[in-house]
């Protein structure tokens, strides 16, 4: 009942920015929260970011605290992330996640909370 689709993502040199950006469609709910995750080949899934469904709130993951951006357009049903001063290690795919049914503040950082996903956008970085 809830499609994501990520976008945005490519090849980019280290030190640049990318945003991405996650559409849903399908039947939506106003109270959700989202989050976004990335995998790195041979490694675990793992939080990014998240947001609550006001908006108000968002939390980051330390390795990408002062980097990363989150933000919502409930509007658009789509939220975003900005991306900037991009490492060699921030490289994976990218996922985005939705969890219904949430107060307009809460935030969801452990994968296992949420109940939709997206397919995933590949986030490249070179130096």
């Known amino acids: 009942q809830v499609q994501l689709v990520e976008s945005g993502g490519g090849l980019v040199q280290a030190g640049g920015s990318l945003r991405l950006s996650c559409a849903a469609s399908g039947r939506t709910f106003s109270s959700y929260a989202m989050g976004w995750f990335r995998q790195a080949p041979g490694k675990e899934r793992d939080f990014v970011a998240a947001i609550s469904w006001s908006g108000s709130s968002t939390t980051y993951a330390d390795s990408v605290k002062g980097r990363f951006t989150m933000s919502r357009d409930n509007a658009k049903n789509t939220v975003y992330l900005q991306m900037n001063s991009l490492k060699p290690e921030d490289t994976a795919v990218y996922y985005c996640?939705?969890?219904?049914?949430?107060?307009?503040?809460?935030?969801?950082?452990?994968?296992?909370?949420?109940?939709?996903w997206g397919q995933g956008t590949q986030v490249t970085v070179f130096s």
């Open positions: 996640a939705t969890r219904r049914y949430v107060g307009p503040v809460a935030l969801i950082t452990d994968a296992k909370g949420y109940d939709y």
